[in-house]
């Protein structure tokens, strides 16, 4: 039985999984490996943010590239200023979700 998501929701899902990931992938090199690879986030917004962090030498490089994009459906300057640190199940979340929809369990509302 397959379950549908909204595209809204899962870029609010993914955007939290992505702030969780720009406060903690600069700290040590054993959070880059539990980063969901880039595939995995459904969103092109996601997308783009995820490249600007895994990309850049450092945290402060990611925030200004972060800040350079637009992107639809996304406050950029919101997501800049709030704290991930509670995010934290978001990144697993991002996992179990795309293999979900692979598998076809979820499938995700054109609208």
Known sequence: MERALKKVDILRHELKALRYLLDSFYESGSQRGQAPPREDFQAEQSRLIYDAIVTA???DEAEA???ELE???VDIESF???SGQHYYTYPGLVRQRAAAIRSGELVVEDT
């Open 57 to 59: 030498r450092g945290r």
């Open 65 to 67: 590239r972060i800040g």
């Open 71 to 73: 992107l639809d459906g």
């Open 80 to 82: 800049l200023h709030l």
